[in-house]
């Protein structure tokens, strides 16, 4: 996640393994603000993104069976997917932040 992110997280218990714990990786640009929370534990993502002060998106993901960092044509992104894959979330930074969530 570090690497996709390219931050360290805000850790909520210092001192609990990551995996135990949650993780809020938040970065900003000229027109997007972006909060991502997971929680690897207990299967939960939660994205928030505000796209020039607007929100463009806000969802919460619970009983995840997937969460992975992933590429298709040499773009790399994050893939959150429920259990029994009703819905599955990605979300890409670069070449600029864009999000799809939707039943697959």
């Given at each position: 996640?570090?690497?996709?992110?390219?931050?360290?997280?805000?850790?909520?218990?210092?001192?609990?393994?990551?995996?135990?714990?949650?993780?809020?990786?938040?970065?900003?640009t000229s027109v997007?603000h972006?909060?991502?929370?997971?929680?690897p534990?207990?299967?939960?993502?939660?994205?928030?993104?505000?796209?020039?002060?607007?929100?463009?998106?806000?969802?919460?993901?619970?009983?995840?069976?997937?969460?992975?960092?992933?590429?298709e044509?040499?773009?790399s992104?994050?893939?959150?997917?429920?259990?029994?894959?009703?819905?599955?979330?990605?979300?890409?930074?670069?070449?600029?932040?864009?999000v799809?969530?939707?039943?697959?």
């Open positions: 996640m570090l690497g996709f992110f390219g931050v360290e997280p805000q850790v909520l218990d210092a001192g609990v393994p990551w995996f135990y714990n949650r993780l809020t990786f938040s970065l900003e997007d972006l909060t991502c929370a997971i929680e534990a207990e299967g939960h993502i939660e994205v928030a993104w505000r796209h020039q002060g607007e929100e463009a998106v806000r969802v919460n993901l619970d009983s995840l069976r997937t969460l992975v960092v992933t590429s044509a040499g773009i992104y994050l893939l959150a997917a429920q259990e029994g894959n009703s819905v599955q979330l990605r979300l890409w930074l670069e070449p600029h932040v864009r799809f969530v939707g039943a697959i």
